[in-house]
């Protein structure tokens, strides 16, 4: 039972423009949210998060806003970069459950120059 | 580099096989998670360990087990092996398990090993 979704499973966005990656959950005690990026090779490296009390966190060109009433969440990558492309993670967590993530499929992003 | 260290990186191995998957995690954390990535799947949480102790588990068959050592270091032991099991492994690692709702720890993850079942 897939309770983290990512249902683009790519994305090509020219470079310099916005990039939107989306994700939906079906599990109402998810408390916090990250999106993780893969390269090839690579493990998952952190990007950014969200706690449920919050709507919206900014890291430098990564934004990640949290709709807790349509249960989605999504990531704005301003301006997208070539050195962007990669596969993105959405991932969750209910906090009594030892912090374990629940992961979305990923979506693969591409920026073309 | 996260930090966390996974060995070996391949491994290629027979139907009925059993195999052991290493990890070390960051310096100075004591949680260990273990992901399995299959084809048509994302990350798949299989198990966590805190400081020696099984902590949570996840979709975790009875034909796998995993353990973590006094020296924080973990291993996955995967048995009877199937063609099904063919898949990425990734080990994570993070400081602890217990802290406020409003704090996180964030998890590194391994490079991974890509285990294939012939």
């Known amino acids: 039972d897939q309770q983290v979704k990512q249902n683009s499973p790519s994305l090509s966005v020219q470079e310099g423009r916005i990039s939107i990656l989306n994700c939906d959950y079906t599990?109402?005690?998810?408390?916090?949210f990250l999106w993780y990026k893969k390269y090839p090779a690579e493990g998952p490296t952190f990007l950014i998060s969200?706690?449920?009390?919050?709507d919206k966190n900014e890291d430098g060109r990564f934004t990640v806003f949290l709709n807790k009433s349509a249960k989605h969440l999504s990531l704005h990558i301003v301006p997208s970069q070539p050195g962007d492309s990669a596969v993105y993670f959405c991932?969750?967590?209910?906090?009594?459950?030892?912090?374990?993530?629940?992961f979305g499929k990923g979506t693969s992003l591409l920026v073309t120059p | 580099d996260s930090g966390v260290t996974q060995t070996p990186k391949h491994l290629i191995t027979a139907t009925g096989q059993r195999v052991t998957l290493r990890c070390s995690p960051r310096?100075?954390?004591?949680?260990v998670y273990w992901y399995q990535q299959s084809l048509d799947q994302g990350l798949q949480f299989l198990i966590q360990?805190?400081?020696?102790?099984?902590?949570a588990k996840g979709n975790i068959l009875e034909r796998f087990s995993a353990q973590q050592f006094p020296d924080l270091h973990s291993e996955l032991n995967l048995s009877s092996l199937e063609l099904g099991d063919s898949a990425l492994y990734f080990c994570?690692?993070?400081?602890?398990?217990?802290?406020?709702?409003?704090?996180?720890?964030?998890?590194?993850f391994g490079p991974g090993t890509r285990l294939t079942v012939l």
């Open positions: 994570a690692s993070s400081k602890r398990t217990s802290g406020r709702v409003s704090s996180y720890n964030e998890q590194f």
């Open positions: 599990n109402s005690m998810f408390d916090y």
């Open positions: 969200i706690s449920s009390i919050k």
């Open positions: 991932a969750a967590r209910v906090s009594n459950s030892g912090y374990a993530l629940n």
């Open positions: 310096s100075g954390d004591l949680s």
């Open positions: 360990y805190y400081n020696g102790e099984e902590r």
